[in-house]
């Protein structure tokens, strides 16, 4: 089999550490591929005025595989302040480039399991009647990663033909005394093809893969047409799975009853906003940021990413002291992903015999504040942890 062409995404701060980690691991593994750095980020929005610069999305075009580290996003004045004096003033628009990847490709899924290891001390444990009970949390989310509130369709100062057809709605009326210059509007917009598609993906792969149940969790009792369609479309999805329950949950609670039960979840759907809150809800669940990855997946071309950010305050840290699991279980779901699953079950599984043995431990793990003499006090490296990783492969 011929090798295949990675493009290689680091990003921003600590992608540049984790994103080499993890081509470790996969070259451990036995994985053969070959991995083109593609420019992506920060440093090109400073100096380009776009973090996402033609020639990556043209790399992505060609090899359809992408493993990304990390991303630094900044508000929109914040953004301004640095772009390279050269270029202000010329109408560059910061957008985050992840977002303008899922968009340009069409990556509508996310999929993001949050899995617990036994043996992580950062665990969720509760009490019961003996004690403590640390319950098996095996939840994945499917999030709608192009639409909802992420779609980027906002104004502020809407423009007269905006404000007059929003105008047309009667909730409008309470706005009609305030100024445009003073109004800031974000849409929230749902298709009917996009909702089915992620409802339809969720039965699948909960069918696959053994969950009981699938719940759409958003807040249709409010947000009545956008959750209210997505719900019906669990619905009508739900009828071709008769062996799945179909639950429904608005978000507000669903983020109290995660912490209460959360190994009655299975597979979870949710639109773009509501899917990346409960997703880090869950991910806190199972030792948070450090153990979270995830996949957007398109009909052509996929991207694996950790979800956490790029965390600057630990980029100049040398030797590096961030948890890099995240990064290793995004290289899996992309091994999943092209049918090389049996690798991607020898890194879980070393990366579960890293975590029950318990000697190599990141910062986190130890639950210590993250500053360089966490080393001297027992954590492990960055490279510790990934040498770990790999003497157990």
Partial sequence: MAKRTIVSMPGDGIGNTVLPEAIRVLDAVGFEAEYVNADIGWEFWIKE??????????????????????????????????????????????????????????????????????????????????????????????????????????????????RKALETHPKMAKFKDVPSEDLAVSTRIFSRGACHRICLGAFEYAKKFGYKSVTVCEKPNVIRETSGMITFEARAVAKDFPGIALWETNIDAQMMWLTKNPEDYGVIISGNMFGDIVSDGFAGLVGGLGFACSANIGKEV????????????????????????????????????????????????????????????????????????????????????????????
């Avoid at 990413?305 to 790029?310: F, I, V």
Wanted: glycine share 8%; aromatic share 8%; net charge neutral.
């Fill in 302 to 393: 996929a991207v694996f990413e950790p979800t956490h950010g790029s965390a600057p305050k630990y980029e100049k840290l040398n030797p590096s002291i961030v948890n890099p699991i995240a990064m290793f279980l995004s290289a899996c779901m992309m091994l999943d992903h092209i049918g090389e699953a049996d690798k991607a079950k020898r890194i879980r599984d070393a990366i579960n015999a890293v975590i029950a043995e318990g000697k190599a431990r990141t910062y986190d793990m130890m639950r210590m504040t993250g500053r360089q003499e966490v080393l001297d006090q027992g954590a492990a490296s960055t490279t510790q942890l990934t040498d770990a990783v790999i003497g157990n492969l």
């Fill in 49 to 162: 005025g776009n973090a996402l610069p033609q020639r990556t999305i043209d790399l992505l075009t060609e090899h359809k595989l992408g493993l990304f580290g990390a991303i630094t996003s900044k508000p929109k004045d914040k953004a301004a302040a640095e772009l390279s004096p050269a270029l202000r003033d010329k109408g560059y628009v910061y957008y985050s480039p992840i977002v303008g990847m899922r968009q340009h490709f069409n990556l509508d899924f996310c999929i993001r399991p949050c899995r617990s290891f036994k043996g992580n001390p950062l665990n969720f444990i509760r009490r019961s009647d003996d004690g403590f009970d640390e319950p098996a949390v095996d939840v994945v989310i499917f999030r709608q990663n192009t639409e909802g509130l992420y779609a980027g369709v906002e104004w502020t100062n809407p423009p007269a033909d905006v």
